[in-house]
């Protein structure tokens, strides 16, 4: 059971480039999301998902876009990478129970320490 | 809007104190969820605990205990005994029971445990 799988984990790009963070899960998760971490902010949530089909933005969308085709796969794009796109980047993932009672435990890939020159 | 709060940044002790790090929160839901994250310095988030908002039982686990307080918002986790392999930043993280469920996270507290 492999849990959350990031690659690559780590990766250099030159300002405008474009590359996608692959993150896959093997537990049956519903429930997918990216965060990025940044020095003394804690993460902030990119985009999420809820389910194959379905994806919405989080906190900071911008530059970024996501899909879900399967459940296992939740890739995370950078279109046109900038620096202030450098950063560590999680994906994480979680049943999706509905109601009250949801467990949202959110379990969380090795990250992908990304630099934009 | 959601908000957590861990004004400790940096917090260090020797082997073998007690230390008590800092979560205070800010929500306007009824139902909501807790967490503590622990992130060693391989870079991997290590969950920990989670507690629900109807659910105000500390809990222990080990040389860990959480205190849960609704009345003061805050969620405070002490490690009892402290160990070199303690040292890690710790996540406190707030979550909504439906919808996005995203998780608002603290800035982090950084412990170092000297032995």
């Known amino acids: 059971n492999a849990g959350v799988t990031q690659t690559p984990k780590f990766q250099v790009l030159k300002t405008g480039q474009s590359m996608t963070l692959q993150c896959a899960q093997d537990m049956n998760h519903e429930y997918m999301s990216w965060y990025r971490q940044d020095p003394g902010m804690g993460l902030r949530l990119i985009h999420y998902?809820?389910?194959?089909?379905?994806?919405d933005q989080g906190e900071v969308p911008n530059g970024y876009n996501v899909s879900r085709s399967t459940t296992e796969d939740f890739p995370l794009r950078l279109l046109s990478a900038a620096p202030s796109q450098t950063s560590v980047y999680f994906c994480?993932?979680?049943?999706?129970?509905?109601?009250?009672?949801?467990?949202?435990?959110?379990?969380f890939g090795a990250g992908t320490r990304l630099s934009v020159l | 809007a959601q908000k957590v709060t861990q004004a400790q940044t940096e917090i260090s002790v020797v082997e073998k104190e007690d230390v008590t790090l800092d979560c205070v929160y800010e929500t306007r839901d009824t139902t909501y969820y807790l967490f503590w994250y622990k992130q060693p310095p391989s870079g991997e988030l290590v969950f920990l605990i989670r507690?629900?908002?109807?659910?105000?039982q500390n809990e222990i686990s080990g040389r860990y205990s959480w205190n849960f307080q609704k009345s003061t918002s805050s969620f405070n986790f002490t490690i009892t005994a402290s160990q070199v392999v303690d040292s890690a930043v710790y996540f406190c993280a707030l979550s909504e029971a439906t919808g996005r469920r995203a998780l608002t996270f603290g800035s982090g507290t950084r412990l170092q445990v000297q032995p």
């Open positions: 994480a993932s979680s049943y999706s129970i509905r109601g009250a009672l949801a467990k949202n435990i959110q379990y």
């Open positions: 998902s809820v389910g194959a089909g379905i994806t």
């Open positions: 507690r629900n908002s109807f659910d105000e």
